[in-house]
Each structure stands twice: as C-alpha cells, then as structure tokens.
C-alpha cells in the first residue's frame, strides 16, 4: 500500500475512533442524567403535588388516598386474574364517561377525591363547622387502626404515621359532615343527592371546584403508578 493509501487509512480510523468516542460520552451522559432524574418515590413524599388555593398537599397525604384507591382495585384484580392481579390495572377501559389504562383511571381518582375532601373541608371551616369531641375520639381511634393494620409495604411507601392519619382523617371527616349538611334537605334525598350533586363529578361540586384555583403538579404524579405503589 502507497503512503498516501496509508494516511488516508489511518485518518479513517481516526475519524471512526472519534466517532466512537462521542457516542460513548452521549451515552455516558444520558445515563448520568436519567440516574440524577430517577423518580424515588419516597424520596418525593414531602414534594408539593397538589395545591387548592392557598392549601398545599404533598405526595405523602395524597398516598392515603392512593391507598384507599389500591385497596378496593385489588379487590378487583384478585377476581379478574387471582394468578396474576397485577395484570388488572393495566387493562384499557372504554366506556361513556371515562377511557383509560386502570392505574390512570385510579390514579385521577385518587386526586380527584384529595381535591374533593380539601375543598369541601374549607367550605366546612369558612361557614365554622367543627368536628365533635366524639367525632374527633373517634378519629383518633381509628386513625391508630388505621396505622396499625398497615402492611410494611404501606409503611414503607408511605412512611404515614398514625398522627398523619389523623390529620388527614380529620380533614376527611370534616368534608364528609359538610357533604351530609348540602345533602340533608335535598329533594332527592340524602343518598341521591350526594351522587348526583355534591360528590366528584357532581353538579354543585363541578361548579364549586370552578370557583377554586387548582394546581396539579404532573412533573412528579406522571410517574406514579397506582396499583404498585403499596401493592405488588
């Protein structure tokens, strides 16, 4: 081979060796960054996830009502694939109100009543409603129960204690009393009237929520996958 094939042949080499070298230093970055980025979810329970005007809720408060969620969808995935129920929340549902993959579904569900319980809960404290001593024992008892019939995964993945149950119980408490106070005297009656009217969805709540400013951090809750969080 003349010189002159040579050179040529080494600037080649050269030229592909520095290619090589880029990719690598692209890939290199690429995984340092998707390592920094890793969504940790108990490492993002104190992050602000939702806010109802000046009220902010953390992913940590939230997880109560993702919990909830998980439980009453496991129930249904034991029956839809006793062998497999993690198989359930990723089914793709069709239908008039609502499309989605389950965990989606369960995950606005999730957030959705969150929202519910913190409006109506203002609603409650801005015309002074307040929760029994009886009301606020009962709380407290079962808020300990709660706790103590949490599973290590919930633990874990919650890190709630029992005084978080309570304040979130309480809070819960406290929307529900307001509920049954717009529902009492309704026409339709009590049970219809929470339904139709002033739960999720509900016409009064729908036209209430308007009223308030709501912000929903997607940022982290896009990474939050209900069904696996305290379960599977």
């Not at 602000?48 to 009220?55: A, C, F, L, R, S």
């Not at 729908?206 to 379960?231: A, Q, S």
Request: with cysteine.
């Amino acid at each position: 081979m003349s010189k002159a094939g040579k050179r040529k042949l080494k600037k080649e080499v050269v030229y592909v060796l520095a290619g090589i070298l880029a990719l690598l230093c692209i890939i290199a970055v690429i995984l340092i960054y998707t390592h920094m980025n890793r969504f940790e979810y108990t490492k993002s329970l104190n992050e602000i996830v939702i806010t109802v005007n000046d009220t902010n809720i953390s992913l940590k408060e939230l997880t109560y009502y993702i919990m909830q969620v998980e439980k009453t969808g496991n129930e249904y995935a034991k029956a839809y694939n006793p062998d497999n129920p993690t198989e359930y929340w990723n089914i793709y549902m069709n239908n008039a109100t609502e499309s989605g993959y389950v965990t989606d579904l369960a995950k606005e569900a999730a957030i959705d009543y969150c929202i519910r319980d913190n409006i109506y809960a203002i609603e409650a404290m801005n015309m002074g409603m307040e929760l029994t001593a009886e009301e606020m024992s009962d709380i407290a008892y079962d808020a300990q129960m709660a706790y103590e019939l949490m599973t290590h995964k919930q633990r874990m993945m919650s890190e709630l204690t029992a005084e978080d149950f309570e304040l979130i119980m309480t809070k819960e408490q406290l929307a529900y009393k307001y509920m049954a106070y717009l529902a009492e005297n309704d026409k339709d009656g009590v049970l219809a009237a929470v339904v139709l009217k002033y739960d999720v969805d509900g016409s009064y709540y729908e036209t209430l929520k308007i009223t308030y400013e709501i912000f929903i951090n997607y940022d982290i809750l896009d990474y939050v996958k209900v069904g696996y969080v305290t379960i599977n």
